[in-house]
């Protein structure tokens, strides 16, 4: 077992003792300019703001300042689970506070923590849902109350404001909850939540004060799931991953979010454990799910029913759901797994979800977004101009949802993103996603180092990263994508072949000195597994890390596009033009035995990013363009 680092003093969302790389946090990496800076400033000053808003006028924030006592105590709002985005929110403010300091935000996170120290029960216990002579008991509907949900939920936002700002009141009551989990669920042999989520939480406060028995309440949630003991229900064990123990299952399964957030509790009671079996069985799970069950864009989640994986190559375009929350828990375990095992592929996992699912579902005002993320809109959307939305699919970004986790939750990991770029190992450091910033940190030995990185990433493929301190012998480290055979590295004016995974250069620096990495750009065909039946016959077009689509306001009707795949796409600025025709479709009576359709003629057809698609009004779009 690898000794155990101090790392309380991180400022980052997951920051393991163990592992081969050690995250930098949020004040070591420091965002300057480009894609990601002006995303984190969007979410910073209008996307925070925006879901604050939303809250309090459907009266989420009010329920803890409601339940605490006091006339109209009875009138709850909300789902059962609206405690967890107002903790969601606050994390994401915690973060952001961290990174542009805000005196504004800052004061709302008190008042907020006022609310729940409110609310809170003189054991520990808070929930604005249940608990009161007027609701019903505790823990009596553990599939699907979310109590325990929410508390981890609660615990996050604590490791957030405490790592940015200092322990305080919200660091109490989150300790007043978490000890009255551990004491209410300690003896009790079978109890686990039907939404995971207070495992990961659990492990992050434990790695926060030191408390064993946060990491062990942890461990027996992982290991007492998959044992069927919460009700069977018409989706069956396997939606709350309550079917096979953790240990034994070969594939993420079951509700997308509640398995990814499951994965991500099992990781890292498995890194602060030392437990190597359980890591691996987990990372085995994830490398069968994103071979078999993730859509090229990174999303993971084929039937809307139940929110779930399909079958293995069940990844139809036009039927992909690819929740958000899903997208971001997939980044938290992508990131989980690189800092556990130091493999760069998992970092190329994130960079996928981040410039396709992720970037594409926030609106460009920061009020808008998308709950599902279809890879084909057959007939445009209706803007949406009322309340909340109960609806989630239908391709237009919504300002709100009945259910809206996904805002909170990309909220919370665009203002912690600087954390996901950049690690430290025993030699230097890791640059694993590329955006212009700055770097400053120190060594396993102590002795400063830093960087400065200019990049036009993803737009452009140079990235340069110049030395601005640290003299004597380190390292530096990048990440060549896996999609970028023909990468060059330079180094002292000599250009030399990268081959994708990891190039390190180790050498005695000077403050000034500059090493650039050459990323290939120009678009390609990508072709699908043949076994994904829904997919056959079609090629989708990349260009970089960025998935690109057709799509149409009007002009075009996208269902009878073909593309000529024997003429590679060409570039055309950040996007692509192919070859197309538009065939003219036979009318019938029936749709089977339809006469071949009239040929159209093959004119140039510009494709566009994945993420900027629906943001000049209603359209249609698809990724995956049938080929002759």
């Known amino acids: 077992m690898a000794a155990k680092r101090n790392t309380r003093s991180i400022r980052g969302p997951v920051v393991p003792s163990r592992g081969p790389l050690r995250p930098l946090g949020t004040d070591e990496v420091r965002v300057t300019g480009g894609f990601w800076e002006s995303r984190q400033r969007v979410n910073g ?73 409110t609310a809170q029960a003189e054991d520990g216990y808070l929930s604005t849902s249940f608990g009161r002579d007027w609701q019903r008991p505790r823990y009596s509907d553990l599939a699907w109350g979310h109590e325990l949900y929410c508390t981890g939920h609660l615990l996050q936002a604590a490791v957030a404001r405490t790592r940015v700002s200092g322990p305080g009141p919200l660091l109490e009551v989150a300790l007043r909850a978490a000890d009255h989990v551990c004491e209410r669920f300690r003896q009790d042999g079978t109890g686990i939540c039907g939404h995971p989520e207070i495992e990961t939480a659990l492990v992050e406060l434990a790695r926060l004060t030191g408390e064993q028995r946060y990491l062990d309440q942890a461990a027996l949630f992982v290991e007492r799931r998959g044992h069927r003991s919460l009700p069977a229900h018409e989706f069956g064990w396997s939606y709350f991953n309550d079917d096979v123990p953790v240990r034994k299952a070969t594939v993420l399964r079951g509700h997308a979010v509640r398995s990814l957030y499951l994965a991500c509790g099992a990781v890292d009671v498995a890194v602060e454990t030392g437990d190597d079996d359980l890591l691996d069985a987990v990372a085995e799970q994830f490398d069968r799910a994103w071979a078999r069950r993730a859509h090229l864009t990174g999303g993971m989640g084929s039937r809307h029913q139940d929110e779930a994986f399909g079958d293995d190559f069940v990844l139809p375009a036009d039927r992909a759901y690819a929740e958000t929350c899903a997208g971001v828990a997939t980044v938290m375990l992508a990131q989980r797994l690189l800092l556990a095992t130091g493999e760069s592929r998992y970092a190329d996992v994130s960079e996928r979800l981040l410039h396709n699912l992720i970037a594409g579902a926030i609106g460009d005002d920061g009020r808008s977004f998308f709950y599902a993320n279809t890879l084909h809109q057959r007939t445009p959307a209706q803007p949406w101009h009322g309340g909340e939305r109960l609806d989630v699919v239908g391709g237009i970004r919504a300002p709100w949802y009945e259910v809206s986790c996904c805002l909170p939750n990309l909220a919370r990991l665009l203002a912690s993103l600087s954390s996901y770029l950049v690690t430290a190992d025993d ?54 994508p896996g999609w970028a055979a023909g990468a060059v590295l330079v180094v002292d004016g000599e250009r030399r072949p990268a ?20 990323l290939p750009m120009r678009p390609r065909f990508t072709r699908p597994d043949p076994r994904i039946d829904a997919l056959r016959g079609c090629v989708a077009v990349e260009r970089g890390p960025v998935v690109l689509c057709a799509e149409s306001l009007g002009e075009n009707n996208l269902d009878a596009l073909r593309v000529c795949s024997e003429h590679e796409p060409e570039q055309a600025g950040d996007a692509a033009l192919v070859r197309a025709r538009f065939d003219v479709p036979a009318n019938a009576s029936w749709p089977y035995g339809v006469p071949l359709a009239e040929r159209g003629p093959a004119t140039p057809l510009r494709l566009t990013p994945y993420h900027r698609w629906a943001r000049r009004g209603p359209s249609t779009m698809r990724v995956w363009l049938p080929a002759d």
């Open 45 to 117: 000053e209008r996307s925070l703001a925006h879901a604050l808003e939303w809250m309090e006028r459907l009266g989420w924030t009010g329920n803890f300042t409601a339940v605490g006592g006091g006339a109209g105590s009875r009138r709850r709002k909300g789902r059962e689970f609206s405690d967890s985005e107002v903790y969601k929110l606050v994390e994401a403010m915690s973060w952001e506070h961290g990174r542009a300091p805000n005196s504004e935000l800052d004061a709302r996170v008190g008042a907020l923590t006022a609310g729940f120290a």
């Open 427 to 480: 030699t230097g450091l890791r640059l694993h996603q590329y955006a212009t910033c700055e770097v400053e940190t120190e060594l396993a030995d102590g002795r400063p180092v830093g960087v400065e990185v200019r990049t036009s990433y993803p737009e452009g493929g140079d990235v340069a990263v110049r030395v601005t301190r640290g003299d004597g012998p380190w390292s530096i480290g990048l990440r060549v």
């Open 499 to 518: 081959a994708p995974g990891d190039v390190v250069v180790s050498r005695n620096w000077a403050v000034g000195e500059e090493i650039r990495l050459e």
